[in-house]
């Protein structure tokens, strides 16, 4: 009996041996391929971006909480600026955001104007916007040189905000951050030298880094992304401006080559829906 039961132990032991090299075997053919050549670290880095892209563009609502450390450009020299943010997104046209640290500053898209407070400083501005988040972002960028610092990822199509014809670059290599697998990847344009790391689980960007070679406010970003939630629950008032009565209402100063081509916009306050 004894040896009955050891020779079956044997047996089995050797099937689950078997199996389980097999299994291994397949998976090591299934897993792609790490990229060799420069054509093959191009190719896999856009396809992961536009694999990320994909995933955000069918969100309806997402929200991100970020922490960014950047450097400012000043007259008195380059500034260190730290915040945490957290973001949330209902497409196509809503928008809300609060930042804590080096600035306090919430803001609000209600699909018709923007509302920006600072407490700090305890003063907030409005303006008429575009009716999408894709015209917004656009419009910040254009007449009033405002960057939002993910804003690439709230676009309804990322990778068209993040590779042109004139982007170089792609996949570098497998990293851990914060426990989880990514896929690192470094890109350049004109103006600016780019990385990310997309979580191989989901995809989703856990770290960016851009450095700006011709921008004249900002020299580097860094953000670092956690509590991804593409199925959020978003109460009805999140949009809905929430300015404290005894702040100050001042002008969102526009470009200057801009303000001689357009029409005069509305005093702080005065945007109604």
Same mark, same amino acid.
């Given at each position: 009996?004894?040896?009955?039961?050891?020779?079956a132990?044997?047996?089995?032991?050797?099937?689950?041996?078997?199996?389980a090299i097999s299994v291994l075997a397949v998976s090591i053919q299934c897993a792609p391929r790490e990229p060799r050549t420069d054509a093959e670290r191009a190719a896999r880095g856009r396809e992961l971006i536009e694999t990320m892209s994909k995933k955000l563009s069918?969100?309806?609502?997402?929200i991100v909480s970020t922490t960014e450390r950047s450097e400012r450009i000043?007259?008195?020299?380059?500034?260190?600026?730290?915040?945490?943010?957290? =973001? *949330? !997104?209902?497409?196509?046209d809503r928008l809300y955001f609060k930042t804590a640290g080096d600035t306090q500053v919430?803001?609000?898209? @209600?699909?018709?104007?923007? =509302? *920006? !407070?600072?407490?700090k400083d305890k003063v907030f501005a409005q303006a008429r916007m575009p009716e999408t988040l894709d015209r917004?972002? @656009?419009?910040?960028?254009?007449?009033?040189?405002?960057?939002?610092?993910?804003?690439?990822?709230?676009?309804?199509?990322?990778?068209?905000?993040?590779?042109?014809?004139?982007?170089?670059?792609?996949?570098v290599g497998r990293e851990t951050i914060n426990g989880q697998p990514t896929d690192h990847l470094a890109f350049k344009d004109k103006g600016v030298n780019w990385e990310a790391w997309l979580a191989t689980s989901d995809q989703l960007p856990r770290r960016s880094r851009a450095e700006f070679t011709e921008d004249k406010h900002f020299r580097k970003v860094e953000i670092s992304f956690t509590n991804w939630n593409l199925a959020p629950t978003i109460p009805g008032d999140v949009f809905t401006p929430k300015v404290p009565p005894d702040y100050e209402g001042i002008a969102m100063v526009q470009r200057a080559r801009v303000l001689r081509n357009l029409p005069p916009e509305p005093a702080p306050g005065a945007i109604k829906k």
């Amino acid at each position: 009996m004894a040896g009955m039961k050891i020779h079956a132990f044997n047996r089995s032991s050797g099937a689950w041996l078997t199996l389980a090299i097999s299994v291994l075997a397949v998976s090591i053919q299934c897993a792609p391929r790490e990229p060799r050549t420069d054509a093959e670290r191009a190719a896999r880095g856009r396809e992961l971006i536009e694999t990320m892209s994909k995933k955000l563009s069918a969100t309806p609502a997402f929200i991100v909480s970020t922490t960014e450390r950047s450097e400012r450009i000043r007259p008195s020299g380059v500034v260190p600026f730290a915040v945490t943010r957290e =973001t *949330v !997104v209902r497409k196509p046209d809503r928008l809300y955001f609060k930042t804590a640290g080096d600035t306090q500053v919430e803001g609000w898209y @209600d699909g018709i104007g923007l =509302t *920006v !407070v600072m407490h700090k400083d305890k003063v907030f501005a409005q303006a008429r916007m575009p009716e999408t988040l894709d015209r917004v972002l @656009d419009t910040l960028h254009e007449r009033y040189g405002i960057a939002t610092p993910i804003g690439d990822l709230v676009y309804s199509n990322p990778a068209h905000a993040l590779l042109s014809d004139t982007t170089t670059g792609g996949w570098v290599g497998r990293e851990t951050i914060n426990g989880q697998p990514t896929d690192h990847l470094a890109f350049k344009d004109k103006g600016v030298n780019w990385e990310a790391w997309l979580a191989t689980s989901d995809q989703l960007p856990r770290r960016s880094r851009a450095e700006f070679t011709e921008d004249k406010h900002f020299r580097k970003v860094e953000i670092s992304f956690t509590n991804w939630n593409l199925a959020p629950t978003i109460p009805g008032d999140v949009f809905t401006p929430k300015v404290p009565p005894d702040y100050e209402g001042i002008a969102m100063v526009q470009r200057a080559r801009v303000l001689r081509n357009l029409p005069p916009e509305p005093a702080p306050g005065a945007i109604k829906k």
